[in-house]
């Protein structure tokens, strides 16, 4: 008797548990959302450290951001905010927007900052003056007076691409307004690449510069300029183009290209070594 109950004993013991973990992992992966968007929900995101730009551990968590409009110099700003905490001002490339940072700017709002995608002026829904420079001074009253609408005295400053020498070259110039900085795929130094030279010159050509700031220029720039096999979905191309649909716009565009000197570009290569910013 007792032989028999303890073998079945350890029968038992082995055919259960080994049905409830398998039912248990199935059922893991069958109720797991798919996406790299899940977040495990017994595991709370944890603050980031007090003063740094991290991003959230875990995914999945997002602050909407919202559009706020503000007038500097006479010119009507577009910016994408969202969040608080330690402010953090996104700026974007050519030919974007704060577009760009729709979703990263969301998830840093969610890990406790406040975030500002600013559309820098002949960008996304900011006005697009033809009578602009689109110089580095230009664009450092533009910074310098749009944290002093908002009230911000110092902030962290992430930059992409063209947004890199224009917010670098207000950094280098105002140090005492940025707490850290952040470099995302960007120019800083005066020898350009390759790729930035032929692009620079193309804008110049009569044949080539009016098919750059195209619909189709642009799709081909959001295409060829993404790191995915497939390039940018319609979605994203469709939202690059917005901003440009008509001639005055895409003229704008392709001054904010031409406005910034290589002078600046040496300034930034002076000024950076110096400047003591994480």
């Not at 979605?235 to 001054?255: M, N, S």
Request: glycine share 12%; no cysteine.
């Amino acid at each position: 008797g007792p032989t028999r109950s303890a073998a079945e004993g350890r029968a038992q013991n082995r055919k259960g548990p080994t049905r409830s973990a398998a039912e248990g992992r199935a059922l893991n992966r069958k109720d797991r959302p798919r996406g790299h968007g899940w977040t495990r929900p017994d595991l709370p995101t944890p603050p980031s450290p007090q003063g740094t730009l991290a991003r959230p551990r875990y995914r999945g968590r997002m602050t909407e951001l919202t559009s706020h409009f503000t007038e500097v110099d006479g010119l009507r700003l577009h910016s994408l905010q969202g969040g608080e905490g330690e402010p953090v001002l996104l700026l974007h490339g050519w030919p974007t927007s704060s577009f760009l940072y729709r979703k990263v700017g969301a998830q840093l709002a969610a890990s406790g900052r406040r975030v500002i995608a600013l559309d820098l002026p002949g960008f996304g829904r900011s006005d697009k003056p033809l009578d602009a420079s689109y110089s580095f001074r230009f664009f450092d009253r533009t910074l310098s007076g749009f944290l002093d609408a908002l009230g911000i005295a110092s902030t962290g400053l992430v930059v992409h691409d063209l947004g890199g020498p224009i917010g670098l070259h207000w950094m280098v110039h105002n140090p005492e307004r940025v707490s850290r900085v952040a470099l995302l795929n960007t120019l800083v130094y005066p020898r350009p690449s390759w790729a930035v030279v032929a692009f620079v010159v193309a804008s110049y050509l009569p044949l080539l510069r009016g098919a750059l700031v195209s619909p189709w220029g642009l799709r081909l720039a959001m295409r060829v300029g993404t790191e995915t096999p497939q390039g940018s979905s319609d979605e994203v191309v469709a939202g690059v183009q917005a901003p440009f649909v008509d001639k005055a716009a895409r003229k704008a565009l392709l001054k904010a290209a031409h406005g910034l000197h290589p002078g600046g570009m040496k300034s930034i290569a002076t000024l950076l070594p110096q400047t003591k910013i994480p």
